[in-house]
């Protein structure tokens, strides 16, 4: 019985990619954005790159001469994605749809605002999510097409919860056949459809 063993292709490093040197001869590991490839040498061409601040990918310039570039072989890059960007966490915005559960009720609901605990005006308007003020949700039915939940006085059904008691879920604006449709659905686990 033999084992074959699967090799997970690299993806190629093409113009518009942000690189990191894996190797330098002067010390610092430099990240770039591809400028150009140079035809060289087709097995290992030159790669000509804008030095990038590593966080933010933004171009450093030298001085007023423009900006700082760097020359270097394609064996010698790698892709490059800041580890702010790699770690970095979604959090609740107005229009998102969130899960809300507690104990063993489970409700659905999009964010409509951002309600201080103690009645005071939310910071979380202007800057985000705090993760201390409650969300305030109207409340939607998880069959397509999301409608509102309408109360017994014929107004939306709005609930408050506390953002460590919901979770995130992701919209399908899509058809089966990849097309916009106005039937918007949840991507609910199939382990929580009970």
């Keep these: 019985m033999s084992i074959s063993s699967k090799k997970k292709k690299k993806r190629e490093i093409e113009i518009g990619d942000f ?22 040498n087709p097995g290992d061409p030159t790669l000509e790159c804008v030095e ?4 933010e990918l933004t171009p450093l310039e ?15 890059l790698k892709h490059y994605t800041p ?14 749809v969130v899960r809300h ?22 910071s979380s308007h202007e800057e985000g999510y705090n993760g ?4 305030e949700c109207v409340e939607i039915d998880k069959k397509p097409g999301l409608l509102q939940r309408i109360g017994p006085d014929g107004e939306p059904k ?6 460590k008691d919901c979770k995130i879920i992701k919209v399908i604006t899509v058809d089966s056949k990849g097309e916009e449709t106005t ?11 009970v």
């Design 19 to 40: 690189v990191k040197e894996t190797a330098s001869s002067k010390g610092k590991k430099k990240c770039g954005e591809v400028l150009m490839i140079l035809q060289d």
């Design 83 to 96: 580890r702010k960007q790699l770690f970095s966490k979604k959090t609740f915005e107005k229009g998102d």
């Design 158 to 163: 709005r609930f408050q919860a506390q953002g």
């Design 183 to 193: 039937m918007h659905k949840l991507d609910i686990p199939d382990e929580e459809e």
């Design 132 to 135: 201390k003020d409650l969300l």
């Design 52 to 55: 990038v601040h590593p966080d």
């Design 62 to 76: 030298k001085g007023t001469d423009g900006l700082k570039t760097f020359k270097t072989k394609r064996s010698k």
């Design 101 to 122: 559960k507690r104990g063993s009720t489970i409700r659905y609901g999009r964010i409509v605002c951002f309600v201080h605990p103690d009645g005071l005006y939310s």
